[in-house]
């Protein structure tokens, strides 16, 4: 009966003996493990990422957009380009409960020019209650109050990209820009959000008094009263999807759509896009990991075949050994445990090759890193799972070795 | 105890089928061996020494009859009780050494202490006391390619003394040796016996024969002749079974 200690150090002497077979067989384990590893923190990184990214456009927030999601966007119903209007959102601010703040904005494109440089940009047209709804701040300089926006002023506060692009060296504030011909003041620039979970810039962008852009950037004097889009936030996540109800039987209410009718709107709760993307990239997390595990499969198979012609090399050994007193179980231990040794030693490295993998590639794509303790232990259990699985066959079959017919091989 | 026979066969028979054909290695082996016997088996090629040493050895199990030695009933040994009784019972010296090459002198005596379960320090000791017993102290962590033949078979014996057997088994220890060498083995041999050690050995040379207390005769897988060694006559008591 052999002691653990024995038993190892005689399991890490054979390994030992043919250095460059053993590291082959173990970085079929490596590549598996490295890459379930690697595939598993991209997932939740990209995930993590997707949670970010949504909170920073703003949390509890829904956005209510003109045409029917039903009809594939806004294309569906004539008219419908339209449907959304400032009374809307005063209805909404006014009727429905739990509703924190409501921004009516409208969006348009410009470009904008300052000092010889110039910029094409997304400008929105919004009221001051736009920064509560989406979480927003004023890096510096100021936002433009109500009675700014009741009388058109020029003024504009832009995002930070702009800010960068238009004045690399300067502070913006109190500059003068030309926007689709009218020239405006900025008086502030906005805190810094980057990228959304849809790959956008949101620093991107130009703020501006509503009525502004309406009668001078999008040109829609003719119906001073319509919106592109009513962000509202709610007091807390628990009443969201009970205001998204109210806010749709408000507005079904107020533009006169009978029950069966499709809505001429759509209400997005950015909570439950977060979750429908979360999930996809969690499937899709599941799919590479399981692809990746099939990898660790075959690098298990190369263990096995490794340990099958290791034991017909080594019969004349084995036969020895149980000459001089080895039992069956002795011989299926030490055969056993070379399998295992060898593969945790290429789960261990395939880990610290995964995890340098991961950081390389999140790093690349601009997403969080996390390579937890869970996977890493996953990782190490599942490739001494693969030791035993597959080095089982072959240390049995060395156990079973009749010492007499060993020992006459050659 | 010592009224008991060390070995103690009755009717031992070991048929090989090859095809059509039925090979009677051992056909029907009856002897003893008492407490510190030293006796030599030889016979023409073919005859049965190798198979009926294995049997010995509980390396190999008979096809019918029985087997006693020191006091266990070999046929009644499981796998495990197998593996004890060649650990601590049976010493197995072979004709071609058999020693692990990758192993230096010390950690091959070592090696039937570990499954013996001797502790790490102990069996080094004891290990190294057997190496100068068989006069290789100098030797100790050379490797078996490193030695000579004749020092690895005394490799050999030092390991098939490391776990203090009751039984000695040697197969053509010598087979592979020039006569200097073989006389050495043989000294070594007749201190061993000396000491209380009995050993059973299998031939071709009838000067090693004559080294012995006692020459069996086999052909045919039958013993045909046991008879004591002149100058030994006095010694073997249960020679003439
Ligand atoms: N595994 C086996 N399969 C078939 N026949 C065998 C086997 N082992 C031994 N034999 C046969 O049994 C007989 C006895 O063999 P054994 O090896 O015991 O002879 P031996 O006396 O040791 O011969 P030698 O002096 O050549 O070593 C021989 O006829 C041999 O062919
Ligand atoms: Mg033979």
Redesign the interface.
Same mark, same amino acid.
């Given at each position: 009966m052999m002691t653990p200690r024995d038993l190892f150090a005689t399991a890490a002497r054979a390994l030992r003996i043919n250095p460059l077979r053993s590291a082959l067989t173990a970085l079929g384990v490596i590549i598996g493990v490295a890459s379930v590893v690697a595939m598993v923190a991209l997932g939740q990184g990209a995930q993590k990422q997707i949670q970010a990214s949504i909170s920073s456009l703003g949390s509890n927030l829904l956005i209510i957009v003109p045409g029917s999601a039903n009809q594939g966007g806004v294309r569906g119903a004539p008219g419908s380009f339209n449907s959304l209007t400032l009374a809307d959102a005063e209805a909404i601010e006014r009727e429905v409960a739990g509703v924190a703040a409501v921004a009516p904005s409208q969006r348009g494109s410009a470009q904008i020019v300052a000092q010889g440089a110039n910029w094409n940009t997304r400008i929105e047209g919004v009221t001051p209650s736009y920064l509560a709804a989406r979480d927003w701040g004023v890096a510096s300089g100021r936002f433009f109050d109500d009675r700014e926006t009741r009388q058109a002023r020029k003024v504009a506060v832009i995002g930070a990209t702009v800010a960068r692009e238009l004045f690399p060296n300067s502070d913006p504030v109190g500059e003068r820009v030309r926007i689709s011909g009218g020239a405006y003041e900025i008086i502030g620039v906005l805190d810094a959000k980057g990228q959304s979970g849809f790959g956008q810039d949101q620093d991107d962008i130009v703020l501006a008094p509503l009525q502004t852009v309406k009668r001078r950037v999008s040109g829609r004097q003719g119906r001073a009263n319509t919106v592109s889009q009513i962000s509202v936030k709610a007091e807390s996540e628990d009443i969201l999807a009970q205001v998204q109800e109210d806010a749709a039987t408000l507005l079904r209410q107020r533009h006169r759509i009978g029950e069966g009718d499709t809505d001429d709107f759509t209400v997005q709760n950015l909570s439950s896009i977060a979750e429908t993307m979360q999930q996809t990239t969690q499937v899709f997390t599941g799919l590479l990991a399981g692809i990746a595990a099939v990898s660790l499969l075959v690098g298990g198979i190369g263990i096995m075949n490794i340990m099958l012609v290791s034991v017909t090399e080594r019969t004349r050994e084995i036969g020895l050994r149980k000459a001089l007193g080895a039992r069956k179980a002795d011989i299926l231990r030490q055969f056993g445990l070379e399998a295992i040794v060898l593969s945790l030693a290429g789960g261990f490295v395939g880990l610290i090759v995964g995890a340098l993998a991961a950081w390389g590639i999140t790093s690349a794509m601009g997403l969080p890193l996390t390579v937890g303790l869970m996977s890493a232990a996953v990782a190490l259990v599942f490739s001494a799972f693969v030791g035993v699985a597959f080095g089982s066959f072959p240390a049995w079959r060395a156990a079973q070795l009749d010492p007499i017919e060993a020992l006459r091989r050659e | 105890m010592s009224a008991a026979p060390l070995i103690e066969a009755r009717d031992l028979v070991k048929t090989y089928i090859m095809g059509d054909e039925e090979v009677h290695a051992l056909a029907g082996v009856t002897f003893t061996i008492p407490h510190g016997g030293y006796a030599a088996v030889i016979g023409p090629s073919g005859s049965g020494k190798s198979t009926l040493m !294995?049997i010995i *050895?509980g =390396?190999?199990t008979p096809g019918g009859g029985a087997l006693v030695i020191n006091g266990a009933d070999l046929g009644a040994l499981d796998?495990?009780g197998l593996? *004890?009784f060649? !650990? &601590?019972t049976i010493g /197995?010296v /072979?004709q071609s050494f !058999?020693l =692990?090459p990758?192993l230096t002198a010390l950690e091959n005596v070592e =090696?039937?202490m570990?499954?013996? *379960?001797v502790a790490?320090a102990e069996r080094r000791l004891r290990a190294g006391a057997l190496l100068d017993r068989v006069g290789l102290g100098q030797r100790k962590t050379h490797r078996p390619t490193q030695l000579s033949g004749g020092q690895q078979q005394r490799v050999a014996i030092a &390991?098939a003394l490391a776990?203090r057997p009751a039984l000695l088994l040697a197969d053509e220890p010598t087979g592979a040796l020039d006569t200097a060498t073989t006389e050495e083995i043989l000294r070594l041999f007749a201190d061993l016996n000396a000491e209380g050690v009995t050993i059973l050995i299998v031939t071709h040379e009838m000067d090693v024969a004559r080294a012995t207390h006692r020459i069996i005769e086999m052909r045919d897988g039958r013993i045909v002749a046991d008879n004591p060694v002149p100058h030994h006559r006095a010694v073997p008591q249960g020679a003439l079974t």
């Open positions: - | !294995n *050895g =390396l190999d796998d495990a593996a *004890g060649r !650990n &601590r /197995f /072979f !058999n =692990l990758r =090696l039937p570990m499954y013996a *379960g790490p &390991r776990c």
